[in-house]
T-cell receptor, first 112, second 114 residues
Framework: ELKVEQNPLFLSMQEGKNYTIYCNYSTTSDRLYWYRQDPGKSLESLFVLLSNGAVKQEGRLMASLDTKARLSTLHITAAVHDLSATYFCAVDMRDGTDKLIFGTGTRLQVFP | GAVVSQHPSRVICKSGTSVKIECRSLDFQATTMFWYRQFPKQSLMLMATSNEGSKATYEQGVEKDKFLINHASLTLSTLTVTSAHPEDSSFYIC??????????FGPGTRLTVL
């Protein structure tokens, strides 16, 4: 059974600081997604990582994928309050079903 | 492009009644649709996968007789929660995937069972 774990589960950080969220998964996959969820809302797609070594950046967020280590990171640079949300990684099972298994989520709070 | 809608966005019902939630892909044909459930402060849990014209595949622990899924066309899937109980109160999110395999998520339906 594929397990996807994120850490930390909760992150409170000051504006302007940097931090990294980690996503570990338990089986082989070379396709991983990052999503953002605001309270009471659905998911907003952030990144799709499609191969080992993939790195994508958008604004203050940068995501990377290491399929050998079964690890993805979401790095936050110079955090701002607007980044406060819950972030999920999701791993494609790659078994032909297109199923995604979601991580536990990281609730990020950025304060002044 | 790649817009997925859900209806209703919010529903409150009495215990024992049935509720139908619709998921539509508005500008693409979705060969596969997925239904997720999310309890407060938790992650998304996949309930079932539905392919157009065939029976849905349910995840372990999901009662197929309680959560009826119909995928009648390439743009519409419905989830019916039968004989709803308060413990079925949750946020239900659908997603749709076309030829690119990427899932596009709907805005979610908040179900409250009294």
């Amino acid at each position: 059974e594929l397990k996807v774990e994120q850490n930390p589960l909760f992150l409170s950080m000051q504006e302007g600081k940097n931090y990294t969220i980690y996503c570990n998964y338990s089986t082989t996959s070379d396709r991983l997604y990052w999503y953002r969820q605001d309270p009471g809302k659905s998911l907003e797609s952030l990144f799709v990582l499609l191969s080992n070594g993939a790195v994508k950046q958008e604004g203050r967020l940068m995501a990377s994928l290491d399929t050998k280590a079964r690890l993805s990171t979401l790095h936050i640079t110079a955090a701002v309050h607007d980044l406060s949300a819950t972030y999920f990684c999701a791993v494609d099972m790659r078994d032909g079903t297109d199923k995604l298994i979601f991580g536990t989520g990281t609730r990020l709070q950025v304060f002044p | 492009g790649a817009v997925v809608s859900q209806h209703p966005s919010r529903v409150i019902c009495k215990s024992g009644t049935s509720v139908k939630i619709e998921c539509r892909s508005l500008d693409f044909q979705a060969t596969t649709m997925f239904w997720y459930r999310q309890f407060p402060k938790q992650s998304l849990m996949l309930m079932a996968t539905s392919n157009e014209g065939s029976k849905a595949t349910y995840e372990q622990g999901v009662e197929k007789d309680k959560f009826l899924i119909n995928h009648a066309s390439l743009t519409l899937s419905t989830l019916t929660v039968t004989s709803a109980h308060p413990e079925d109160s949750s946020f239900y999110i659908c997603s749709a995937a076309g030829q690119s395999d990427t899932q596009y998520f709907g805005p979610g339906t908040r179900l409250t069972v009294l």
